[in-house]
C-alpha cells in the first residue's frame, strides 16, 4: 500500500486510544466512547466533506485525561513518547514531541444503545510528529510534521536507496525472506495468508515492517517500538525478531501438536482480525481471552449435539475469534453459545413407570378426581408398554382451584421428571413461544428452550397452564407457534428463531390446562384430549380439606395440630358460608386466615412463658403480671365463636328463599369458567305500550330467549290464565315489561336462561311465587320444548351449594346425572323437564297452568 501522492495536513485532530497501535499500511478497528474522541468523530468525521478532513492522527496507548485517574500504563512507564501527550493535555504545556500515525476514516459506525458509540475503521498512512498543540478541547488539534516522507515510499527509490546502503539492503532482504517463510508455513487457502504473500510481492519493502509487524502476534509494546522507530533501518532491526519469533512459535505449536487438518487454518484465521484487538498467529495461553474462547470452544466440542447444531455452533466460534469484543455482536454470539451448550441435547431422566407407585401417589396427593386420574394412570400404563408413545396431550378443563395444576406436578413426581410450568395467560406475542431472531436486539429465546435450559434435561414435564387464555396481537399468533411445539409429528424439529437450529421435543411430556374450552383456539384444541375436572361438593372439599390443605397450610405456619383444630363442622361452615367456589382456593386461604390467627396467639403466649420454661400451669400466669395476654389453652379448636372473630361475618349468609319472595324472581343456574353459579332473574311490569327491557349487560343470545319467552308466553296465554295488569287476555296489553339479570356488571349470555326466563315471566303475568327452593337451567324452542344445555355437573353443584333443593334439568340431559356425585343426587331432587309445561309445574308450587284448578303431581309430564 503507498500512500504516493497524499500529504497530510499540517494540522491534524487527534484521536487517543489505548486499543491498540496503528501502524502505516495497517487497519484497524477503534471503538470510540470518551468524550473527546466522540467530539472528534461528530464535528471532524461526521461533518467533514472533504478527503483531508477524514485524516486524523491516531496517538496510541493513551487514555482520555478525564478519565484517567490510574497510574500511567506500563508503556508510560517505559518512557514511550505518547507520555508527552498525556502530559501536555494535563498541564497545558507542550513539550515533548509525541509520534503517531496519521490515518485515513474509512468507515465509521455508530449505535445509540445502550449507549452512544461509534467504531471506526482506520488505515494507517504514515507517522508524523506533534509539533504543537493547538487546542485541548473539544479535541485535541495539534500542528504535526509528517515523518515518513512521501519518496519515501516509491520503489525505484527504494532500490536504489537499498543498493546504496549495504546493511539495510541486507536487512530488509532477510526480512522479506522471513516473511515468505512464514506464508510458506501457513494454508494458502486462507485468503488472509494469499493477501499477504501478494502483499509481500508488490509492497515496497520498506512498508513491510509495519505491515507485517501489524498482522503477526506481537505486544502493544512491541508495536509502538516499531512505531517509534523513524528510521527505517531501526525499524527492521526491531520488526525482524517479532517475525522470527513467529515462526519459531509456529514450528513449535506445529511439532507438539497431532497434525490436524484444520490446524493451520484455525491458527491462521486469527490474523485476519485487522482490529484492535489484534489477534495472533500464536494462539496459545496469553491472550486475554484466549481461555474464554478455548472453555467455550471444549464445552461446543464436549457436548453431544446433533451435527446440525454443532455446525451451527463451530461457525459462530469463528465468527466470536475474528470478531473484536467492543462490537454489539460479541456479547451476543457469546450468550447464544453459551445457550447451545446448556441446552439438554442428549440429558435425560430415566423414567419410573410403576403402575402401582404412580397410583398410590396420585391418591396421596390428590383426593377424589376419579375420573382424571384413571385416565393419568391409563396414560402412564400405555407409556410404560410402549415408551417411545407419541401425543396425545393432556388437557385438564375445569374452575380454578380444583387441582389441575398440582395434578400436573403429581405426574412429574410419579414419573420421576423435572417439572416446569409455562404460564399461557395473556401470551400475545408468538416469539414469546419462539424466542425472537438474533437480529433483534434484545433478543432471547422463547419459553420453551428457556425451560429446557432450567431444567436441563430433554424429557421433563412441561404444564402449559391457561391455555385458553392465549392472546393474539399484532405480534403473531402465539396459538399457532404452539400447533407445532403440541404436534407430536412435527415437535421432533422444533425451532426457535433465537436458536435457528432445530430442537427435539418429542421427549417432553406436554399437558395443558384451561378454565374453559370455549377459547381455546380450534386447531389446538384439536391436538389435545380433554379431560375435564369439574367442582368439588362440599363433602369431598370437606375430605380435601382434612387431608391437604389443613395439614399443608399448618406446615405452612409452623404450626401442629397441638396448637390449632379446625373440627369438621367449622371447614363445613367455612366452605358454606365463606366460600362460594367451584374449586378449593379461597378455602386454603381460609384456611391460612385461621392458622395465621392461631400463629399469632401461640407467638404470644412463647414469648411471655419463656423466661420460666413455663407454658400453661397457673403459676406462669401469675408471674406474668397483668398486661401480659392469656396464654391459649392449646390445643386452640376454631369453634363458630372463633371462626366468626377471625374471618368476621360470613359474607354468603343470604338465603335463596329471601329473594323469591315476590311474583317476577326466579332462579337460574349459570355456567362460567369458574364453575357453576346460580343466577336470579327479575322481571316487573309497568304501564307501557308493551316494550321489552332488558338489563344485567346480556349477549346476544340471551336477549333472543328472553323474546323467546315472552312470544311463548303471550302464544299460551289464555291456556294458562296469564293476563295483563288490568286482567287483559294479552299480557303486554298496555304493559312494559323489565327483565333484569342482577350482578350487572357481569356480562352474561347463552341460551340456557331460556327456562328461567319463562319460569320468571309466568310467576310475573300470574301472580303466582315460583318455589322458593327450585332452581332451572334449559335452552326454549317457539314451541315450548326445553333442549339440552352443557355443565350440568357444575351447575347442579353450584344449586347444592346454594341450598337448592330441587334442580329442573331438560331432559335430554338425564345422561349426565350420571356424573354427579351421588351424594349431591341424593339431596336434591332433580326434575327433567321435556317441555316448559313441565319445567312450570315444577316450578311452582302445586303445579301450573291448568293445574291450578285441579292440583296435580308436579311431576307428571305434559301430554302436549
Ligand atoms: N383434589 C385435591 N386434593 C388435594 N388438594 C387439592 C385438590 N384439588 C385442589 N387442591 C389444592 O388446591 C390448590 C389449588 O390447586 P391448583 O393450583 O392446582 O388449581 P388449578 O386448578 O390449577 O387452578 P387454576 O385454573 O387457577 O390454575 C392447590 O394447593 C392444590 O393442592
Redesign the pocket.
Known sequence: MSNNGIQIPRRLPLLLTHEGVLLPGSTVRISVNTPRNMQLVKSRLLKGTSLKSTIIGVIPNTRDPDHDTDDLSPLHRYGHPASGVLLVLSTCLFTVLSIGTAGLAVQVVGSNWPKPHYTLLITGLCRFRVTALLNERPFPLAEVEQLDKLEQFSPSISLEETERDGELGALSQAFYTAALQLVDMLDMSVPVVAKLKRLLDSLPRETLPDVVASMIRSSNKEKLQVLDAVGLEERFRRALPLLTRQIEGLKLLQKSRKPRPDDERRVTERTRAPSGRQFSLDDEAGEEDGNDFQVLERKVHGVNMPEASLKVCLKELKRLKKMPQSMPDYSLTINYLDLMVELPWDRNTKDRLDIGAARVLLDN?????DKLKRRVLEYLAVRQLKNTLKGPILC?V????????????SIARTLGREFHRISLGGVCDQSDIRGHRRTYVGSMPGRIINGLKTVGVNNPVFLL??VDKLGKSLQGDPAAALLEVLDPEQNHSFTDHYLNVAFDLSQVLFIA?A?SMATIPPALLDRMELLH?SG?TQE?KVE?AK???IP?QLEQHGLTSEHIQIPEDTTLDVIRSYTREA???SL?RKIGALCRAVAVKVAEGQKVTEPKHESLDGSAQEARGQNTAAPPERPIVIDHVALKDILGAPPFEMEVSERLTLPGVALGLAWTPMGGEIMYVEASRMEGEGQLTLTGQLGDVMKESAHLAISWLRANAKNYQLTNMVGGPDPLDGTDIHLHFPAGAVTKDGPSAGVTIVTCLASLFSGRLVRSDVAMTGEITLRGLVLPVGGIKDKVLAAHRAGVKRVILPRRNEKDLEDIPANVRSQLDLVTAGNLEEVLNAAFDGGFARAAKAPENPRVTSKL
Open positions: 396427593d390428590h383426593y377424589a378426581m385438564f375445569g374452575p380454578p382451584g380444583v387441582g389441575k395444576t398440582s395434578v400436573g406436578r397452564d391457561e390446562t378454565n375436572v368439588y369431598e380435601i387431608r391437604h390443605l399443608n374449586g378449593v382456593r386454603e
